[in-house]
């Protein structure tokens, strides 16, 4: 009986602490790339998305600021399955730039994001300034499952201490 009873706690204790779900998109790729130098700003902003993106109302933006907060996107913004992208007003600019975006999946997941990039007219290419390098993009919902993963870890290790207590005192 006290067996079933501990089991039974087991489980909820399991139950209690809900998953989320991981089929949420991720930005895959981005032009100009995320801590990238190149010499002068792109004609267009181009995100590429591991799944298809909706527009729902207002709900998508992308945009391009200086380090003064000049914006440099004009005109609407384009979704194409996977794609967004915006029109960059071409004028020359030098220094840090901050692509910010923001835009929903089809699952209806919102995700949003910010990369920076520099404009330096002396860049020199390089075979490794050509590469590209892992690169993290912080997403709203990026830390969602380790913090579920843990408190999953944590409930375990619990169950575990619960389990070995009630052993050694049934002897």
Known sequence: MKRAKFLLALCALFLAFPYPS????TLVSEVPAAESQV???PSELLLTFAEDLIQIGDSTSLNLTDENGYEY????LSINGSEVSRRVDSREAL???RVSYRVVAADGHVIKGEYFFTVEPSVIE???ATEELPKEIVTESGNQLSIYFLLSATAVVGGLILFLIWKRQSK
């Open 39 to 41: 010499k002068e700003l």
């Open 126 to 128: 390089t075979l490794e």
């Open 73 to 76: 996107t004009i005109g609407e």
């Open 95 to 97: 220094g840090k730039f």
């Open 22 to 25: 991981s089929a949420h998109t």
